[in-house]
């Protein structure tokens, strides 16, 4: 069974960072573009991170230089770190494979003081 699950999201301190994870089970996630999107009440869900099956990875403006997404293949499980939360990096993220519309059923994230 094709399955996502995340983790790693709380509430952290403007400033602060955090390590999402999203565990794959059903497929190897090194062979697959995979993405981290968010998600804030009233807003449509937005791509925060995407990283090819050849580890190239992009970022939109609004959190480049402040998240980097990995692969781990060993315990195939994705990655987003992030760096320097705002009070407007809240949000539910997601993990998401695009290929097939798979997505887990994401993990908060408050940035608040």
């Known amino acids: 069974q094709v399955q996502l699950v995340e983790s790693g999201g709380g509430l952290v301190q403007p400033g602060g960072s955090l390590r999402l994870s999203c565990e794959a089970s059903g497929f190897t996630v090194s062979g697959y573009a995979m993405a981290w999107h968010r998600q804030t009440p009233g807003k449509e869900r937005e791509l925060v991170a995407l990283?090819?099956?050849?580890?190239?990875?992009n970022y939109p403006d609004s959190v480049r230089g402040r998240s980097t997404i990995s692969v781990a293949n060993a315990k195939n499980t994705l990655y987003l770190q992030m760096d320097n939360l705002k009070p407007d990096d809240t949000a539910v993220y997601y993990c998401h494979r695009p290929n097939g519309g798979i997505w887990g059923q994401g993990t908060q994230v408050t940035v608040s003081s």
């Open positions: 990283i090819a099956s050849g580890g190239h990875s």
